[in-house]
């Protein structure tokens, strides 16, 4: 594994036990039908918040003469990062809804806000409700750590 160079989203262990939702499940206790909740991960709203990090984490820059490291800078442009719902959905094997309610979900514990804009593209076309989403940091320490 030593010559492996792994990269991309990391997800720490204490996010299943804090990014969680309450499931329903039913137990036949001998003919007798009892339903009981209980507290499990949600693994969307898990891997959201570990693509979301990704994007958020800044890259070093390097000087490619030298190898000089010069500083930092952001993946993306501007300070929201600009996602659909149907795009997480696609790389994450969920569809329109499941994406909506982990957003839904991590929006609910403060860990990242949300907002949606017009906006007019580079082909003169106008676009609305573009969703973006913007991390808060000290969220994502409270529950990690």
Known sequence: MGNVNLEGNIIPHSWYSRIVHKKSRTLNKKSGVEIEEITVPHFPAIMLLAEFCYWFRPVEV?????????????????????????????????????????????????????????ITGKNGFVYSNVMYILLMPEAVAEITF
Do not use: C, M, P
């Open 62 to 118: 390097i000087d490619r003469r030298n190898g000089k490291h010069l500083g930092w800078r952001q993946r993306f442009i501007g300070e929201w990062l600009r996602r659909s719902y149907v795009e997480l959905g696609e790389k994450f094997g969920l569809s329109k809804i499941q994406a909506k309610e982990a957003i839904d979900l991590l929006i609910e514990l403060g860990i990242i806000k949300r907002k949606f804009s017009t």
